[in-house]
């Protein structure tokens, strides 16, 4: 089992996040031992909650699953880099690898807008992007290309959301 293998289990998490109207975007966090202990997907939509995204749930649950909000030597997998408050969740959680598929130009917080790795935190992640990030750009364009032009229909003048 390699990263790629494991990316592609992000990108059928991202799938289902499609599937649901949410923004395609899947998360696996594995044991040192390689054993998937969480994966999920985003739910923002559905939880009604900014802070739903898939990296944060997938810790959340990683947590609860084995007891401990620190999961030492485990690996976050995630479709796309993940913004600065993913980025908080995982140092919190002292993860030590993340490999991401697509970079996030715009609020990407491990090499694109920022890179917290770089900062003089006590923790320190080890980073990975551009796994397959083919198949996770293609399902991102795909899906906010079906929805432009219609924000001001579903949102009405505010077209920073995409549900009222």
Sequence with gaps: MDDNYFMEMCLEEAAKAFEEEEVPVGA??????????????????????P???????????????????RLVNCTLFVSKEPCIMCAGGIMEARIKRVV???FDSKRGAFG??????????????????????????A??????????????VVTGPTRNRLYA
């Design 28 to 49: 696996i966090l594995v044991s040192p031992e390689n054993d998937v202990i969480s994966k999920t997907h985003n739910l923002t939509i559905k939880r009604n909650s």
């Design 112 to 137: 694109s807008l920022i890179d917290v790795s770089k900062l003089s935190l006590n923790h320190k992640v080890e980073v990975k992007g551009g796994v397959l990030k083919e198949k996770s750009e």
């Design 139 to 152: 399902l991102l364009k795909r899906f906010f290309q079906l929805r432009r032009g219609t924000e001001a």
């Design 51 to 69: 802070a739903a995204h898939a990296e944060m749930l997938a810790i959340e649950a990683a947590s609860c699953a084995t007891g401990n909000y």
């Design 100 to 102: 991401f598929g697509c």
